[in-house]
């Protein structure tokens, strides 16, 4: 016994077809995969963080060392854990989380749950930042 399909049910398969592939290619050509690794922890020391802004001394192309900062981006709290949504606006895990320490390339944390009772201690690594002549740039 043959089946066939109906032109309703042909109609619905190239609609979620349709929905897939563009919720693939959003979620593929979304800012967060866009960020390559951070570099700035190779060529800077004494990294610090005091809200969102990380600072650093940072070597110079001249042999030198500046002290320079940038605000983080993208990084937030969701329900307990640091996730980086690729996005450019500040930081804000800074809000709900605490006890936040650089280490290297990597943001630690403990960050409250939606609840507010429960902290979870995480990290993430910082994507994107590099030593560009003494300063921290994305």
Same mark, same amino acid.
Request: glycine fraction near 8%; aromatic fraction near 8%.
């Given at each position: 016994?043959?089946?066939?399909?109906?032109?309703?049910?042909?109609?619905?398969?190239?609609?979620?077809?349709?929905?897939?592939?563009?919720?693939?290619?959003? %979620?593929?050509?979304?800012?967060?995969?866009?960020?390559?690794?951070?570099?700035?922890?190779?060529?800077?020391?004494?990294?610090?963080?005091?809200? &969102?802004?990380?600072?650093? %001394?940072?070597?110079?192309?001249? *042999?030198?060392?500046?002290?320079?900062? #940038? %605000?983080?981006? *993208? #990084?937030? &709290?969701?329900?307990?854990?640091?996730?980086?949504? *690729?996005?450019?606006?500040?930081?804000?895990?800074?809000?709900?989380?605490?006890?936040?320490?650089?280490?290297?390339?990597?943001?630690?944390?403990?960050?409250?749950?939606?609840?507010?009772?429960?902290?979870?201690? &995480?990290?993430?690594?910082?994507?994107?930042?590099? &030593?560009?002549?003494?300063?921290?740039?994305?």
């Amino acid at each position: 016994m043959a089946t066939t399909t109906t032109n309703l049910e042909q109609f619905y398969f190239r609609i979620i077809t349709v929905f897939s592939l563009t919720l693939l290619t959003t %979620i593929v050509a979304s800012p967060a995969f866009a960020r390559s690794p951070s570099t700035f922890q190779n060529s800077c020391r004494n990294t610090s963080l005091k809200s &969102n802004v990380l600072s650093a %001394i940072c070597r110079k192309r001249d *042999g030198g060392e500046q002290k320079t900062g #940038i %605000i983080l981006r *993208g #990084i937030n &709290n969701r329900d307990g854990f640091l996730v980086d949504d *690729g996005g450019n606006s500040p930081a804000s895990f800074q809000a709900s989380c605490f006890g936040a320490a650089v280490i290297g390339d990597e943001l630690l944390a403990n960050c409250f749950k939606i609840n507010r009772t429960n902290a979870v201690f &995480n990290k993430i690594k910082i994507q994107g930042i590099r &030593n560009e002549n003494g300063n921290l740039k994305y």
